[in-house]
């Protein structure tokens, strides 16, 4: 798995590449069998309602050209890094369920001759 991190002056944060890359590697354990190639940005944005925040984003390009995209916004970096990423956990979990039942179901049909 690559992970490629950019975005403005959080992104050379070494505290922040540090947890960007422990979770990124923890992902990469619970999902062995799925090739990921990860790039996440960090802003930070002001909105009038909210104040300042921190957005990160995450686009995950999975073997198959598919794209998962996660986006979180809180007041502390930590904060929404930890979200995006559990983000993308629960995403990858999904996909993975959706791809394993449709792959039942193709077996199942074969399995009765019809």
Do not use: Y
Not at 57 to 77: D, F, N
């Amino acid at each position: 798995m690559s992970v490629r991190i950019s975005g403005d002056m959080l992104a050379l944060d070494r505290k922040l590449v540090r947890r960007i890359n422990r979770l990124a590697d923890t992902l990469t354990q619970s999902a062995p069998d799925q090739q990921l190639d990860l790039q996440v940005r960090i802003a930070e944005e002001f909105d009038q309602l909210r104040g300042h925040r921190v957005r990160c984003e995450l686009v995950a390009t999975l073997s198959a050209k598919r794209q998962i995209i996660v986006r979180e916004a809180h007041k502390k970096a930590e904060d929404a890094i930890d979200t995006a990423f559990s983000g993308l956990k629960t995403k990858l979990r999904r996909m993975r369920i959706r791809s394993l039942g449709k792959a039942g179901a193709a077996d199942a049909i074969r399995a009765t001759g019809t």
